[in-house]
């Protein structure tokens, strides 16, 4: 394995594999059956042995990953981090992905003591008109918003990742003004994936999604919102070079990740990708003049009728917010 220090990697550990005490509609880990198989749990020496393949990377990002990572037992975590802050060499970040339910006064003290370098992720949509994200057997809503009320202060960098579908998207804006209240300093949004494995009725197009991108774009800047709540993809948008994956024009992007659930099952592309095959970029895409902004989306996803369309209306819009030609 390369080990030189110019790379540098994104590496997602499910340990618990899709394990998760939460089963939101739309969570493509319970729709992927290759993925729900992967459910033998991890041994921490092969945990150990697998992040010290890259202790002399150039900068690793390391995202604890699920289901939901906090089902580890808090021990082993300790024990990994530890393992991490004293073997790897180069820089590195951690982030939890966690549905934020499990949080407790115990996981904040631990993950205090590796700041600046951890960060936490939590899931929460806004409530809308329909619920898509569910638990099971208890109000995971006022748990999770009790906990970010709670722990807010402690962690400097926690943020909120949201999920936009065809049931809340007109719902984001009060969503984000009670993530301000609550002391929430950051929050990504992502696009309901399309995919006709789903077979559903809440995912979104890319021209739904665009025009809701360009009328927060609108709101965030004229209420000055950018003062209170950094809010995704909307700043990587607007900056010079982007690293989003989804906007990213590089064929090679899903080689940039590792996904590990145990020493029998990990894989050296991005968690989305099941076969172990490198996704290609389409031709059209390579030769397309706003591929450098574009990047041809996620090469997994399903591309929607209005892809194309949509995306060049948003780096037109894009153009001109910033008053360039």
């Known amino acids: 394995m390369q080990t030189n220090l110019t790379d540098s990697i994104t590496l997602l550990l499910k340990l618990v594999g899709t394990s998760c005490n939460m089963n939101c509609a739309y969570c493509y880990e319970h729709i992927e059956s290759k993925k729900n198989q992967h459910k033998n749990f991890y041994k921490l020496e092969e945990v150990k042995t697998f992040l010290s393949n890259y202790r002399n990377f150039k900068h690793i990002?390391?995202?604890?990953?699920?289901?939901?990572?906090?089902?580890?037992?808090?021990?082993?975590?300790?024990?990994?981090?530890?393992?991490?802050?004293?073997?790897?060499?180069?820089?590195?970040?951690?982030?939890?992905?966690?549905?934020?339910?499990?949080?407790?006064?115990?996981?904040?003290?631990?993950?205090?003591?590796?700041?600046?370098?951890?960060?936490?992720?939590?899931?929460?949509?806004?409530?809308?008109?329909?619920?898509?994200?569910?638990?099971?057997?208890?109000?995971?809503?006022?748990?999770?918003?009790?906990?970010?009320?709670?722990?807010?202060?402690?962690?400097?960098?926690?943020?909120?990742?949201?999920?936009?579908?065809k049931f809340n998207i007109d719902f984001f804006i009060s969503f984000i003004y009670d993530l301000i209240e609550i002391g929430i300093k950051a929050l990504t949004i992502n696009k309901c994936r399309f995919d006709t494995a789903y077979k559903n009725d809440y995912t979104i197009t890319e021209q739904k999604f665009v025009d809701f991108l360009k009328d927060l774009t609108k709101k965030y800047i004229?209420?000055?919102?950018?003062?209170?709540?950094?809010?995704?993809?909307?700043?990587?948008?607007f900056q010079k070079n982007n690293k989003l994956c989804i906007y990213l024009p590089d064929k090679y992007k899903c080689t940039y990740f590792c996904t590990f659930f145990n020493s029998n099952h990990y894989n050296t592309l991005c968690d989305h990708i099941n076969d172990s095959v490198i996704p290609i970029v389409p031709e059209k895409c390579l030769i397309c003049d706003i591929y450098e902004k574009c990047g041809a989306g996620c090469l997994v996803e399903i591309k929607d009728d209005t892809f194309c369309k949509a995306r060049r209306d948003l780096f037109k819009f894009i153009r001109e917010v910033k008053h360039e030609n």
């Open 222 to 237: 004229s209420n000055k919102l950018y003062e209170k709540i950094r809010i995704q993809p909307i700043l990587s948008l």
């Open 61 to 165: 990002y390391i995202i604890f990953h699920g289901g939901e990572p906090l089902l580890t037992h808090i021990r082993d975590i300790k024990l990994i981090l530890e393992h991490i802050k004293n073997t790897f060499t180069g820089t590195f970040n951690i982030q939890f992905q966690t549905n934020g339910t499990l949080l407790n006064d115990e996981w904040i003290y631990l993950f205090k003591q590796y700041e600046p370098n951890i960060s936490l992720s939590v899931s929460l949509d806004p409530l809308g008109v329909k619920d898509l994200r569910k638990a099971k057997n208890f109000n995971y809503r006022e748990k999770v918003i009790n906990n970010l009320r709670k722990y807010s202060g402690s962690i400097k960098n926690i943020g909120v990742i949201s999920v936009a579908h």
